[in-house]
């Protein structure tokens, strides 16, 4: 059974940080692209950044140059560093697993088939 759980969010002020981390059970981790989408009120779910199997990254254009995106192999571990951080940022933010995620000219893709983890609420006061 996969298992996706996140940690590290919370309330920040404009201009401040967070780093999230995700760990991921039940699947071959180096076998699956990781990302994270976020999804806030009255708003559909959208990508914010993906690395795939291969460790490439890829942002969508909302975040890229401000939030960067890792991953440890060894711990199954997925992780988001968050700077510079904007009121519009706030939202419940999801670490999922996937047979394929990416983003293109400014937007996420992923597969079908995607576990998600429970999500963990970012907000940012201005």
């Known amino acids: 059974q996969v298992k996706v759980v996140e940690s590290g969010g919370g309330l920040v002020q404009a201009g401040g940080s967070l780093n999230l981390s995700c760990t991921a059970s039940?699947?071959?981790?180096?076998?699956?692209?990781m990302g994270w989408f976020r999804q806030a009120p009255g708003k559909e779910r959208e990508g914010i950044s993906a690395l795939d199997s291969d460790g490439t990254a890829s942002y969508a254009d909302s975040v890229k140059g401000r939030f960067t995106i890792s991953k440890d192999n060894a711990e199954n571990a997925l992780y988001l560093q968050m700077n510079s951080l904007k009121p519009e940022d706030t939202a419940m933010y999801y670490c999922?697993?996937?047979?394929?995620?990416?983003?293109?000219?400014?937007?996420?893709?992923?597969?079908?088939?995607?576990?998600w983890g429970q999500g963990t609420q970012v907000t940012v006061s201005s």
């Open positions: 999922a697993a996937a047979p394929m995620i990416y983003c293109a000219g400014g937007y996420c893709y992923r597969s079908e088939e995607i576990y």
């Open positions: 039940g699947l071959t981790f180096d076998d699956y692209a």
